[in-house]
């Protein structure tokens, strides 16, 4: 099914930094792998399983396609890495100071 016709939105567990990296996200990431689901990380104690293709780039295209907004003039503001579809889609993307690394190497 696609992202909008999904029947659920988000899972989230939350454990401790060190569990996700190295544990809890490879294990759903290889248990996900093809499924319409993905993981995420927006803090370093909550992993975030979402439906592939369903991200703030989405919204925010759905949201400056009804105002009538140019993508150029649109602003975004992230620093984990849920942002990250929505800063590459931006027009005018900032990073705030302690956005995650990944984000900065992107």
């Not at 016709?5 to 939350?14: D, H, S, V, Y």
């Not at 993981?39 to 400056?64: C, H, W, Y």
């Not at 800063?87 to 993307?93: C, N, Q, Y």
């Amino acid at each position: 099914a696609a992202a909008s016709e999904a029947a659920w939105k988000k899972g989230l567990i939350f454990a401790e930094p060190e569990l996700i990296t190295r544990v809890l996200r490879p294990l759903m990431d290889a248990a996900l792998e093809g499924s319409p689901a993905t993981t995420m990380q927006a803090i370093d104690t909550m992993l975030e399983v979402v439906p592939r293709g369903f991200n703030k780039a989405v919204a925010a295209s759905a949201v400056a396609s009804q105002l009538g907004i140019p993508v150029e003039r649109i602003g975004a503001v992230g620093d984990g890495e849920n942002d990250r579809e929505m800063l590459l889609w931006a027009g005018r993307p900032v990073l705030v100071a302690n956005a995650a690394p990944t984000l900065r190497d992107a």
